[in-house]
């Protein structure tokens, strides 16, 4: 998928339209951004409780797809009101913000991506311009001394040494100057319920109380590190211009480095590129993030279907080769915790990481990138080159293997990351073959080989 094309919810990515921002700090810090390879993506909301679509299935024009589960009733009004009031049963009693961000340390992840308000407009956090939140008397989690859920997460991961990505969706369907009656009585799409153009009173009170709020996220509930906005729709190409430009200034005046990830809208404002539940055949040349769910949605599911230790580390591989930065989404439950085999499997990818992490953070592409069963990144500095051997299923180690480096004879060593012990090799077609020892006990995901390397001439 490429452009602004949303498909199922699914949105595309833009590096063709990449801008380069203008502001030196934001520059350096997208370098460091570049570095961190793992970001824990969380989406919690009221919707977590019935274990369905994300926002989504409030939209008519979405109900093809994102209604699959709401198999209670088929009157759409019913369901939507009953959507509206999910609010009054939001309850997370059990959330466990420390917990969550100690986790995320241990398990390799650098930095967090979470919802502080989905489409629907709810809030997670004590917004000043919505009633619509989480601290509002009416929600049940409002007189719990965590109910300002957004802080308390955010203060808990920086305490364990992890960035903070902010995501926030720039339309909102329960704001009236977006969607009149909050979509109730008339058929709802993506879009306002109304001409943008002749009504321009009423869009400017949305793009002032959009940008009350971003700016409210940064100065209120700082550092943060990266604007994730979500809802591509919302974009000048569409005919729906928020003044993105004026708000993220607004907004660097109380972090200058902010990163800010305007999606799928190009332009200056789209520091990241953000392919969405893919990844993209060959590397970019521009930052960017794959957000990626660990199971079947980005909300939380009951039943739901994990992916494998071995396809999260192959996963991250591949999109680190490619230069990315993987997001991996995981949602809690309704109660607050987070699933049992989704815990299991992010200490999984952590210790992984624990052996092998030197060829993964702090990289970049180096060709040959992917090929076959390898992948392969290198050292900024340009003197070394990691090979990591992907091993399927059962698969084990052979005493020859043959990393298909492109310059074999620009190596002067290779070790495996895993022992540090040195590793034969010599040059052979298609690249360099090394000699596994006996006694080597292969990872049962990925193994990973530093090749230090002469300066190329």
């Given at each position: 998928m490429t452009k602004d094309m949303i498909i199922n919810g699914t949105h595309g990515y833009t590096p063709e339209d990449y801008v380069q921002p203008p502001e030196p700090e934001v520059r350096e810090r997208l370098e460091w951004f570049k570095d961190q390879k793992l970001a824990l993506m969380m989406h919690f909301g009221i919707y977590s409780q019935l274990g369905i679509f994300e926002s989504w299935p409030l939209s008519d024009a979405d109900a093809s797809w994102s209604?699959?589960?709401?198999?209670?009733?088929?009157?759409?009004?019913?369901?939507?009101?009953?959507?509206?009031?999910?609010?009054?049963?939001?309850?997370?009693?059990?959330i466990e913000p420390d917990k969550w961000a100690a986790l995320a340390r241990d398990s390799g992840f650098r930095y967090l991506v979470f919802t502080t308000k989905h489409h629907d407009g709810f809030c997670l956090y004590d917004s000043k311009h919505s009633d619509f939140k989480v601290t509002n008397p009416e929600c049940p989690f409002s007189g719990d001394p965590r109910a300002d859920i957004v802080r308390n997460v955010f203060d808990a991961f920086r305490a364990e040494g992890l960035a903070i990505a902010a995501y926030f969706s720039k339309p909102d369907w329960h704001c009236e100057d977006f969607w009149e009656g909050h979509g109730l009585d008339r058929t709802v799409s993506r879009m306002p319920t109304y001409d943008v153009a002749a009504n321009p009173g009423k869009w400017a009170r949305f793009r002032e109380f959009t940008k009350n709020q971003i700016v409210e996220l940064v100065r209120d509930y700082g550092p943060v590190d990266i604007i994730w906005l979500d809802g591509g729709q919302v974009q000048r190409r569409a005919g729906l211009d928020?003044?993105?430009?004026?708000?993220?200034?607004?907004?660097?005046?109380?972090?200058?480095?902010?990163?800010?990830?305007?999606?799928?809208?190009?332009?200056?404002?789209?520091?990241?590129?953000?392919?969405?539940?893919?990844?993209?055949?060959?590397?970019?040349?521009?930052?960017?993030?794959?957000?990626?769910?660990?199971?079947?949605?980005?909300?939380?599911?009951?039943?739901?279907?994990?992916k494998s230790p071995r396809e999260l580390v192959h996963l991250l591989l591949d999109i680190v080769a490619k230069g990315g930065n993987l997001a991996l989404n995981v949602a809690p439950q309704p109660d607050g915790r987070l699933p049992y085999p989704a815990i299991r499997r992010m200490e999984a990818l952590g210790a992984w990481l624990k052996i092998f992490g030197k060829g993964v953070y702090a990289t970049r592409p180096a060709a040959p990138f992917a090929k076959d069963s390898w992948r392969f990144t290198?050292?900024?500095?340009?003197?070394?080159?990691?090979?990591?051997?992907l091993w399927a299923e059962n698969e084990s180690a052979s005493r020859e293997e043959t990393i298909?480096?492109?310059?074999?004879?620009?190596?002067?060593?290779?070790?495996?990351?895993?022992?540090?012990?040195?590793?034969?090799?010599?040059?052979?077609?298609?690249?360099?073959?090394?000699?596994?020892?006996?006694?080597f006990q292969a990872n049962a995901f990925a193994d990973g080989f530093a090749l230090s390397l002469h300066a190329s001439a």
């Open positions: 209604r699959a589960q709401i198999d209670w009733t088929d009157d759409a009004e019913t369901f939507k009101r009953q959507y509206w009031n999910l609010w009054k049963s939001f309850n997370p009693v059990r928020i003044g993105i430009e004026e708000i993220i200034a607004e907004a660097r005046k109380y972090k200058p480095d902010l990163i800010s990830a305007d999606r799928t809208a190009g332009g200056p404002c789209e520091n990241v590129i953000t392919p969405e539940q893919t990844v993209p055949p060959n590397p970019l040349a521009v930052p960017w993030e794959s957000c990626i769910t660990m199971g079947t949605g980005f909300s939380y599911r009951y039943d739901d279907e994990y290198g050292a900024k500095d340009g003197g070394t080159l990691y090979a990591f051997r298909p480096v492109e310059h074999p004879e620009r190596v002067q060593c290779v070790v495996s990351l895993a022992t540090g012990a040195e590793i034969p090799f010599h040059a052979a077609n298609g690249g360099l073959s090394i000699r596994i020892p006996e006694q």
